[in-house]
């Protein structure tokens, strides 16, 4: 198992992950301001299973991939690397999206049937799990990142990787029902939303500039 510093190195960069604003946060808010606070959770959860199905297909292939050749492991590194440092280096140069644009209505609750409310729930989340599940760039993330918190004599890496994924999704759902929650708070205060965001887009960016230096200066294990 990592150590404790590496675990809380891990939490802390999950974290700044999930507060930074994407397609997965835009789409939890945009739901809660739809339909409630109700729908905005459901957006959460189904996002959250979507990145399960990423961790549970690396994990269980990373043991494969950790016992193959070192070209295969340093193309896999190389690749990680470049997504790494391009992700952070995107974050720095990004400028704030208008979040506050079109966020200044009440959220509407559903008054209509039972049925339709479950029906419309059901859509949302599958929605939502689609949104993850099937976009390659998660699988990529969690073959980039996670690993490098894996020890590098782990008895059983993939079980590490399993745990740190779980560990790293319990903290994401934590954060994404947290936008949901606080959405029509938000919405009402867009001009210091923005600045935030501006600030954590460029924390976040450095980080993963980091993390992708770090990855690629990582020696294949010996086999």
């Given amino acids: 198992m990592p150590e404790t510093q590496q675990i809380l190195m891990f939490v802390v960069a999950g974290v700044l992950l999930n507060l930074t604003p994407g397609p997965d946060v835009l ?30 297909i690396a ?10 050749s070192a070209p295969a492991f340093n193309l896999i590194k190389w690749l990680g690397a470049a997504y790494l440092m391009w992700m952070g280096l995107s974050l720095l140069k990004t400028t704030a999206h208008t979040v506050g644009e079109g966020w200044t209505e009440t959220p509407v609750l559903q008054t209509g049937k039972a049925s339709d409310n479950r029906r419309n729930l059901r859509a949302v989340f599958l ?13 990529l993330f969690f073959l980039a ?10 008895p059983d890496p993939a079980w ?35 600045l ?28």
């Fill in 27 to 56: 789409f939890i808010v945009s739901q809660s301001l739809r339909g409630g606070v109700r729908m905005g959770l459901v957006a959460a959860w189904g996002i959250t299973a979507g990145c399960f199905v990423h961790v549970a």
């Fill in 59 to 68: 994990a269980f292939g990373l043991g494969d991939l950790l016992a193959s």
């Fill in 127 to 139: 929605k939502a799990f689609a949104t993850n599940a099937l976009n390659p760039k998660v699988a």
């Fill in 145 to 154: 990142f996670v690993p490098q918190f894996i020890p590098a004599n782990s």
């Fill in 160 to 194: 590490t990787f399993v745990l740190l994924g779980c560990l790293f999704n319990f903290n994401g759902l934590l954060i994404c029902m947290a936008w949901a929650l606080a959405a029509s708070w938000l919405s009402q205060r867009a001009s210091w939303l923005q």
């Fill in 196 to 223: 935030g965001l501006r600030k954590l887009d460029r924390l976040a960016g450095l980080m993963f500039v980091g993390f992708g230096l770090k990855l690629a200066m990582t020696d294949a294990p010996a086999h």
